[in-house]
């Protein structure tokens, strides 16, 4: 279900404008929606909601010229560590830099913050998600078995340092040990 109409087709010919705005209220359920498009387990509003009040957490949208969220990406910051929630964009809209923008955010916060690293798991066959996050500076630290339900799927672990005592990587990404 759209909560909002929107043209795939003019998104297509010329690059969409958006603004980056915090998570509202209002949002949430174009939110939710875009979370039951791309996960087996969404985040449902309440979930959604409930990070409104989360002083720890921030979501972040893309928010298009006729009131559609395009994308959105979500951090918890906990002692130094940023955590990478969620971060989706509607399939109508992708390959546009958008997921970029809204990681970028978070990649400046993290400067800016003296925070130690940004992490995130994915799936292993997401090669579009991995993608966008090597070209970011994360690198493959790690894998989790069977972390992944419907299906069942090995989690990549990604992180992308800060700072000093940052390790050398190779050209998979992977940590020169
Ligand atoms: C992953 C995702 C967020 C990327 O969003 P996007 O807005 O299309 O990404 P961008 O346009 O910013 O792309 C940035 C980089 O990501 C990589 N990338 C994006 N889509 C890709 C694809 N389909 N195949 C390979 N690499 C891809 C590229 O390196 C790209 O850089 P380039 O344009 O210079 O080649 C989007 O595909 C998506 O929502 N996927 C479903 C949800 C999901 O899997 N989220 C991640 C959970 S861990």
């Known amino acids: 279900m759209n909560f909002v109409p929107y043209n ?7 690059p969409v404008k958006y603004t980056l705005v915090p998570l509202n209220a209002d949002l949430i359920p174009q939110v939710a929606e875009i979370e039951r498009q791309n996960f087996s387990h969404p985040w449902t509003e309440a979930m959604l909601t409930s990070q409104l009040d989360n002083m720890l957490a921030s979501i972040i949208c893309a928010l298009g010229e006729n009131g559609v969220v395009l994308g959105y990406a979500g951090v918890t910051v906990v002692a130094g560590e940023g955590y990478i929630d969620n971060i989706a964009v509607r399939q109508e809209y992708r390959k546009q830099g958008i997921a970029s923008e809204l990681l970028g955010v978070f990649l400046r916060f993290a400067k ?5 690293f940004l992490t995130l798991e994915v799936r292993v066959s997401n090669t579009a998600a991995k993608q966008l996050y090597m070209k970011h500076g994360f690198a493959q630290v790690g894998r989790r078995k069977n972390y992944y339900d ?10 992308r340092y800060f700072g000093e005592n940052i390790p050398e990587f190779d050209q998979e990404g992977g940590i020169v040990q």
């Not at 800016?112 to 130690?116: T, Y």
């Not at 419907?150 to 989690?155: L, N, R, S, T």
């Open 150 to 159: 419907d299906p069942k799927e090995d989690a990549i672990l990604m992180t």
């Open 8 to 14: 795939a087709t003019v998104a297509k010919r010329e």
């Open 112 to 116: 800016a913050q003296n925070l130690h």
